[in-house]
C-alpha cells in the first residue's frame, strides 16, 4: 500500500477521535480570569440548586457560581488550604470578612427595642444572644457583597448566557 493511503488513513482514523465541526460536545457560559464556567456545570448546579430553592434563576445560579469563583481565587492567592472548596470558602469569609466585624452593645439593644414584637416579651437578656447572632449575619452579608464587588472589579469576569 502506497504512503500516501497510509498517511490518509492515520489521519482519517485520528479526525474519527473528535466529534465532527457541527456537533456541540459543551459551550462556556461564564469565566472567571482563566476558570471557565460551562453550560452542563450551569446546569447541573441549577438542577441541584432548584431542589432546595425552586424560585431561582438560571442567571443568579450563574452569579454564585460566579462569586465562588472570585473567593476561591482569593482564598488560594492567600495561600488558604481547606479539605473542600465549601470549607476553604467558609474559612475565607471566618477570616476575611467576619472577623472583623464587631456589634456594639447599643446595635443590640436598639435592635431589641425595635422589634419587641418578634420576641413576643422575652427579657433582653434571654434573647441578646440571638440578636448578635442575627446582626452580625447581617453585617457579614454586607460585607461580604462588598468584596465581592472588590474581587469582580480587580478580576476579568465575562457572562455569555
Known sequence: MPKAFCM???IVLALSAF????????RVVGSVDDRAITLSELDE???K???VQPDISRSEVLTTMINRLLILNDAKRLKMEAATDDELINQYIELKVKALIRIKEEEIRDFYDKNTEEFKGAPYDSVRDKIEEILTEKETN????????????????????
Open 8 to 10: 490518509i488513513g492515520v
Open 142 to 161: 454586607a460585607r461580604l457583597k462588598k468584596q465581592i464587588a472588590e474581587l469582580r472589579s480587580k478580576a476579568y469576569v465575562q457572562i455569555l448566557e
Open 49 to 51: 440548586t432548584k431542589e
Open 45 to 47: 448546579t441549577y438542577e
Open 19 to 26: 466529534p465532527s465541526s457541527g456537533e456541540l460536545i459543551d
